[in-house]
């Protein structure tokens, strides 16, 4: 496979694996909405959404290609804008960043890549509809269904230290997390092991109440945890944002992602991720 590598979409989770890929002798191009990229020493970055399409020759030599680029009311934009400079480029290998949000609510049964996939909130509904329109793309893709992203700057760490932590207690609600640097080592397995058409659920081991989350993040920082929120009296001052978070629970299983491609979590669980957050 050639080393020029294009990532759709260099955000939180996009920055990270494009620093894995050039560690690993990848050569790097990349989208954000501005063109800015100063803080990507090394990666060539384009501007690129529906009202920027991408330039000329910025897929020249291309041989992979993720997209993290979110879809949006008319679509995914990657697809409609790209869709055939793409398959004119042929590839050998593509990933699309989905979410484990397309599986909706369990009320915390299982989950696995063979489950049905039945969204509950809008965005995960659009998601489901990208990844139809990238299985049908004549693309080698690999789906990557993505649990609650977590890392450094942006975790219970963190937002314990910024004092706006809070122990809603729902019961029964679990989340799947994962931190981002195990995201970047699945991609770069996936890229070792291609299975174009397979979906892989990027979660950790631990599907685990958020509370105990935020427990944890006062103990590793020697604080004092907040009281817990019953859900009842939470739920009505939370934004229509937070309160779409709980909207689903379940626990996602990883065994392909271990088995076919081999991967072994650095943070199997939340408990590893914060501690190695906390001593950088």
């Known amino acids: 496979m050639g080393k020029r590598f294009f990532l759709f979409g260099l955000g939180f989770s996009g920055r990270v694996i494009a620093r894995a890929l050039q560690a690993a002798g990848w050569e790097v ?5 501005s063109g800015e990229g100063s ?21 020249e030599g291309v041989s992979a290609v993720l997209s993290s680029a979110p879809p949006d009311a008319s679509g995914d934009p990657v697809l409609d804008l ?4 793409l398959r004119a480029l042929k590839p050998e290998w593509a990933g699309y960043l989905s979410t484990t949000g397309v599986y909706g609510d369990r009320d915390g049964d299982w989950v696995d890549e063979e489950s049905e996939l039945r969204p509950t909130l809008e965005r995960s509904r659009r998601r489901a509809e990208a990844e139809a329109g990238w299985r049908a793309s004549g693309l080698p893709v690999h789906i990557f269904r993505l649990a609650g992203i977590y890392g450094p700057g942006r975790s219970a760490i963190d937002t314990v230290r910024a004092g706006q932590a809070r122990r809603i207690v729902k019961p029964g609600q679990v989340f799947s997390r994962i931190h981002v640097d195990d995201i970047a080592a699945t991609i770069l397995a996936s890229l070792a092991r291609p299975h174009p058409g397979t979906a892989y659920n990027i979660c950790d081991d631990d599907a685990a109440p958020p509370q105990e989350v935020i427990a944890h993040a006062c103990a590793l920082l020697g604080v004092e945890p907040p009281p817990e929120l019953p859900w009842d009296e939470a739920k009505a001052t939370l934004s229509p944002m937070a309160l779409s978070f709980y909207a689903d629970n379940k626990r996602v299983s990883n065994e392909r992602l271990k088995r076919e491609l081999g991967v072994r979590l650095k943070y199997p669980t939340y408990r590893e991720g914060l501690a190695a957050i906390l001593s950088r």
């Open 82 to 85: 790209c869709g055939p400079a």
């Open 39 to 59: 803080e990507l020493p090394g990666i060539q970055v384009f501007p690129f959404d529906r009202d920027h399409p991408l330039p000329e020759g910025a897929l």
């Open 29 to 33: 191009a990349g989208t954000t909405r």
